[in-house]
């Protein structure tokens, strides 16, 4: 029987697999193509920010409708989403406009069963990530 994490593990677990999501992403951005090609369209400059979540869901076409939450220096939160090319993972249409989703994010340090929640662990790898630099 697997042992079941307790919190503190929880918690570093989570803050991983956020830190590799935005280190990846500055490493490689091409990857994710699409969403270099939003921030730029909306003035939101790559090397300003870091990708804390991410969504391609592979569709009929052959497409991805892509979703994503952008944490921005100034620690706004800002979800992109459109459609990309299958191949080139180019940005074919916009799904919707960049909207700021920073007061529906919780901060919670002390959430009961999880620990730290989302918005903490994603400003923690912001700070992070700029500190190094």
């Known amino acids: 029987m697997k042992r079941q994490k307790n919190v503190q593990e929880q918690i570093n677990e989570r803050r991983q697999l956020i830190l590799e999501l935005a280190t990846n992403f500055k490493q490689n951005p091409g990857q994710s193509q699409w969403l270099v090609d939003l921030l730029e369209r909306h003035k939101l400059k790559p090397e300003n920010g870091v990708l804390v979540e991410l969504k391609e869901v592979e569709e009929q076409g052959p497409l991805y409708d892509c979703e994503a939450i952008w944490l921005t220096k100034e620690k706004s939160f800002i979800v992109l989403s459109g459609e ?25 340090k002390h959430k009961e069963g999880i620990g730290k929640a989302f918005g903490i662990l994603a400003i923690e790898v912001l700070e992070q990530l700029f500190d190094s630099n």
């Open 84 to 108: 990309a090319d299958y191949t080139t993972r180019e940005l074919l249409s916009e799904t919707f406009e960049p909207k700021d989703i920073t007061d529906s994010i919780e901060f919670n």
